[in-house]
């Protein structure tokens, strides 16, 4: 039988699996550690300095090649296939879980680097070296293509982080137990190997059928409080645990509400931009998926329709699926004057074309360089032309006690897009002291009065938000452009300090 064409077959899988676990550590490390940029930076140069050390280690293995690439595909299926769940559990229990990720990467990286090596030499007697090298490297590249498609776009939305990760590992079990055939000439002692490899797709197998009990394990370790909800989207691992408080929503493990004081951050965010404009018909809401501004801009009678601009389609309907959201914010995306678009914000707003009496921009805080962009000078800039010519805005800033120079970052590229700013701020004991920004076109004066309901919001509590202790007053800082993304750098140092 010709090996040559199922044995390059194996190539394609093998670069693939590789792929998938390179990018389930930088996608682990992302979710726990934070800073994206520089978790898969360090993970990309780390498993490409692997991948060289085991190809450095090859060149020791002389005798029973055919062996040692079952026993390697093995190996890689047990540590990468079981890489998810054990990074997640390594988070919450090590205090060195850093060396740990590292430590993972390099081992799966090294046990990779060794594959192709001792595949090639195997293959080296059926063709020679120049066809050898072209094809093997080809199907490596198309692995691997094929992986970074689907990581994205099919696995993690679909299949989840560690079932991922297991799937993966049991592919690469199933080329070293199949090459106990297509190799059976070259091996010996092939009775024990396929053992070996039955163990190895067992242990994966019962893996992949408990991968919910090591998600919620791993995640019970993470958050101090029961969870009650948690899904997977295209974009991020959304969670919502509860106490006798009251329930908290965390978005790839950050905290961005608990229902027990919510209202005074929303509160907060909408009324002085609503209040500052007077009787605003149309109103814009970016971010805010949870529904909890627009329960609030829609307390104004004056208002004809809302579009709320969010990326991910599952946070807008987490109110639907998940009940006491849908309670908490009033069930406010039945209402028959709001419009959902589920778009990049930076994208959709450069196609709008509407003008806005209100713009409400409640992102996550800029811990990536894909939210930082929603904080330059060039997206401020999308969002003036959007604006009617007395229109009001509001943004959230983060902290201004925690991260001052963030805070300041945003208000002062906000002017340098051309908008006239006033900084405020109010206090959320689920996040301390936090702060927003009321904008216009043109100098002005914030409104005075509340003029819906609120629950904490009055007029002498709306005056006093923009007033600011010595410890919060600006510092110098530097613009925020595309690019330079100054407010990650400066977002990142400052909240370090706090973890």
Known sequence: MNRTPILFLNVLVIAACGLIYELLAGT????????????????????LSALGAGAWLSRFIDRDLAARFVDVELAVALVGGLSAPLLFLGFSRLEWFRLFLYLVVFVIGALVGLELPILMRILQ???????????????????????????????????????????????NAAVGLYGTWLLRPLLRGVRVMRIRAAVVIVVLLIAFARADLLTTLAEDELYADEIIYSATSHYQRILVTNNAAGFQLFLNGNLQFSSADEYRYHEALVHPAMATFGAPRHVLILGGGDGLALREVLKYPSVEQVTLVDLDPKMTGLSESFRP????????????????????????IERDRHAYDV????????????????????????????????????????????????????????????LAVHAYQTTVPSFGVWGFALARQHPFDPAAHVTVPARFLDDATLASM?????????????????????????????????S
């Open 125 to 171: 007697e059926h063709l020679d070296f120049k066809e050898l090298v072209s094809r093997v490297l080809s199907f490596d590249y198309i692995g691997s293509l094929i992986a970074a498609v689907l990581f994205p776009m099919f696995l993690v939305p679909r299949l989840g982080l560690v079932r991922t990760s297991i799937v993966f590992g049991l592919l």
């Open 325 to 348: 959201l849908g309670a908490l914010n009033g069930h406010s995306f039945r209402d028959r004057r709001v419009q959902v678009v589920n778009d990049d914000a930076m994208v959709w």
């Open 359 to 418: 713009a409400i921009v409640d992102f996550p805080d800029p811990n990536s360089f894909a939210l930082g962009k929603l904080f330059t000078t060039r997206f401020y800039r999308l969002l003036r032309a959007r604006l009617a010519p007395d229109a009001a805005v509001a943004v959230q800033c983060t902290s201004p006690l925690y991260a001052r120079r963030s805070y300041w970052c945003i208000i002062r590229t906000m002017e340098a897009a051309g």
């Open 466 to 498: 923009f007033v600011f202790s010595r410890d919060m007053t600006p510092v110098p800082v530097e613009i925020n452009r595309l690019d330079n993304q100054m407010l990650v750098r400066y977002y990142e140092e400052e909240w370090r300090k706090w």
């Open 28 to 47: 682990v490390a992302s979710y726990v550690l934070g800073d994206s940029v520089t978790q898969f930076s360090l993970i990309i140069g780390l498993y």
